[in-house]
């Protein structure tokens, strides 16, 4: 990975505000992935460096949620293979970080998983009109891959554009007329998503 997408332990805990212990206690309760902490060779010697944008995000989440449920709750919460909520197509629409003129491209009796979610939102994310985004989850949204996602997932479109879903922090090489429009962590975008929506579940519950 490019060391300019990349943050220092160091420079991490300044940022963000936390201690050695914390960040620590955190990989051990599987709130922050193993594989996010990185070798790298630096001036001082070796050092531990992390995914830049990832690591923030998460540990932002942590943070706002750590005092709502437990380090158990947050790690199945973070957690996007974890059983949990299924949705159907209708169900969608509660969703504003999808794109709502996906929709109508889905098969309307499928039940929908948050990985799957997590897929449809980074696409909504993309500088495609809502008429290219429909087709390009007409052509190739493929479900059962989106649900046991690992390593790198290329999703392309026309062989000249792809989205990426990368859970690893290797780096990603592609042909010169290639247009990459977006580079994903599958596994965080699910994760804001059920965290999001889990939270506002369980304060409308609180609330009834």
């Known amino acids: 990975m490019n060391i300019d997408h990349l943050i220092s332990k160091k ?5 963000m505000g936390i201690s050695y212990g914390q960040l620590y206690r ?10 996010w902490f990185l070798k790298q060779s630096a001036y001082t010697g070796q ?24 380090l ?10 974890a059983p949990g909520t299924e949705f ?11 794109d709502q003129k996906i929709l109508g491209g889905l098969p309307a009796d ?26 390009l989850v007409q052509k190739g ?4 891959g989106i649900r046991e996602a690992k390593g790198c997932v290329v999703f392309s479109a026309g062989g000249k554009t792809c989205l990426v879903f990368t859970d690893s922090a290797g780096a990603l090489n592609f042909d010169k007329d290639v247009q990459v429009l977006g580079v994903f962590s599958l596994d965080e975008e699910t994760a804001k998503l059920k965290m999001k929506y889990e939270n506002e579940k369980r304060q409308k519950g609180s609330q009834g």
């Not at 158990?72 to 293979?81: F, G, K, V």
């Not at 159907?88 to 629409?93: A, G, I, N, Q, S």
Request: proline fraction near 6%; charge should be negative; hydrophobic fraction near 40%.
């Open 11 to 15: 420079d991490l805990l300044a940022v």
């Open 26 to 35: 955190w990989k051990r309760q599987r709130l922050i992935p193993e594989e």
């Open 47 to 70: 050092e531990t460096f992390f995914p830049r944008e990832q690591i923030l995000s998460r540990i932002q989440s942590i943070l706002e949620l750590k005092d709502k449920y437990s």
């Open 72 to 81: 158990d709750e947050l790690a199945r919460l973070l957690s996007p293979q």
């Open 88 to 98: 159907y197509r209708e169900e969608l629409t509660t969703f504003a970080e999808i």
């Open 110 to 135: 499928k039940k929908y998983t948050y990985p799957e979610l997590g897929f449809l939102s980074a696409l909504s994310s993309l500088p495609l009109s809502g008429e290219e985004l429909a087709l």
């Open 141 to 144: 949204f493929a479900y059962a």
